[in-house]
């Protein structure tokens, strides 16, 4: 990993295309919420640097309650995991 990039807790870096999972609350439940990177940086908060990764949900999640909105999901910590990296979407011909 490099000065000025985000990754996830592996070590991942995280790049705009990629395929992430995060947990996701509703109500007072907890499910883990598949999507694609939209957008990628950091915002300070209390003189500390933060990610801040946002996501376009995919629509695959754990849970039984379906997801009510496709909207675009802010994520402001480091609990999240790159799934699918941008480069294997590339080499499968994956549309990103």
Do not use: C, Q
């Not at 509703?26 to 640097?49: I, P």
């Not at 496709?70 to 990296?85: D, F, K, L």
């Amino acid at each position: 990993m490099k000065r000025g990039s985000v990754s996830d807790f592996t070590g991942a870096e995280v790049r705009v295309g990629d395929t992430i999972v995060w947990a996701a609350r509703l109500a007072n439940l907890t499910r883990m919420t598949e999507g694609e990177v939209v957008d990628v940086s950091t915002e300070l908060v209390k003189g500390r640097v933060l990610p801040v990764i946002k996501a376009r949900p995919t629509g695959r999640y754990s849970g039984f309650i379906a997801r009510t909105s496709g909207a675009i999901a802010t994520i402001r910590s480091e609990h999240w995991v790159v799934t699918v990296p941008v480069e294997m979407k590339e080499k499968a011909g994956v549309a990103a």
